[in-house]
């Protein structure tokens, strides 16, 4: 499970449970990159990861511009080196249902959480397949099997799942491997935004009835990332709690 010396880039790492999986590979050796919209966010996480004696990096982008990804890549190489594991973490969810959405919500949603993954993803892959080595980690969601009210985000996420798959196929003759994480309920900033009532309704149909930690992704990131996953491709790993048994949407 060593990440010794690997370069990492995890997008949306400012917070949540991009910073968790950074945290992780951190502890296991990699040198991370945390890649966030929010720049002093960035910021100010890689400083905490610092001092705990680990390389890390803050940097900004927007996962939805090409401009910006390409930047990013970039810089990266030129600070650590080519980057060997990617983490396509950012995400937002702004729905309000099917009669709510605006074309700017859906379009701004889809950009974000599915574009960005193609974006980074294929930046990634140029730099590694000439090294034929590398592990790409997508953040879906257990949404994605759908979710009340949720159409944008679920349909994004179910676009990571494809992607993941179609990408680990292309991808595995360069030896590297392409994976997705589906997590349930986590307890981040994106989950707390949910009102009382849907939190109740949502853990109500939740076969172990407790929200995850952050940390919990990471670890699952981490098999992702390491040598002992070296065998697995196009997988989705699913965090849920047992969420993904239930056929209903919740
Ligand atoms: P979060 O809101 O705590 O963190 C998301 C981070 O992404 C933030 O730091 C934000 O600044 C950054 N970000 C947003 N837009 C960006 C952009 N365009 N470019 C770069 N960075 C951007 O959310 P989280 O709960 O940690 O979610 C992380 C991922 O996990 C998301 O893809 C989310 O859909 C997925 N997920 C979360 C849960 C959950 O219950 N929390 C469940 C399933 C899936």
């Not at 249902?97 to 193609?118: A, C, M, P, S, Y």
């Amino acid at each position: 499970m060593d990440l010794d010396a690997q370069v990492a880039v995890v997008t949306g790492a400012g917070s949540g449970i991009g910073l968790a999986v950074a945290r992780e590979f951190a502890t296991a050796g990699a040198k991370v990159v945390i890649a966030d919209i929010d720049a002093e966010r960035a910021r100010m996480a890689a400083q905490q990861i610092a001092d705990t004696g680990a390389t890390a990096v803050g940097l900004p982008v927007d996962v939805a511009s090409r401009e910006a990804v390409t930047k990013l890549f970039a810089t990266v190489e030129e600070q650590l080196g080519p980057v060997d594991i990617l983490v396509n973490n950012a995400g937002i969810s702004i729905d309000r249902g099917v009669r709510g959405i605006t074309d700017e919500e859906w379009k701004r949603t889809q950009d974000i959480n599915l574009n960005g993954v193609f974006l980074c993803s294929q930046t990634a892959a140029r730099s590694m397949i000439p090294r034929r080595s590398g592990r790409i980690i997508n953040v879906s969601s257990r949404a994605w099997l759908g979710w009340f009210g949720q159409l944008s985000y679920a349909a994004s996420k179910g676009g990571v799942v494809s992607a993941t798959r179609s990408l680990a196929i292309e991808l595995a003759k360069y030896g590297i491997t392409v994976n997705c994480l589906a997590p349930g309920l986590i307890d981040t900033p994106l989950l707390r935004r949910e009102p009382q009532e849907v939190m109740e309704r949502l853990l109500t149909a939740q076969p172990m009835g407790t929200i995850g930690a952050p940390a919990d992704v990471g670890w699952a990131a981490h098999y992702f990332a390491s040598p002992a996953s070296r065998s697995v491709t196009g997988q989705v790993l699913y965090v849920c709690g047992g969420k993904s048994l239930y056929a209903q949407p919740a």
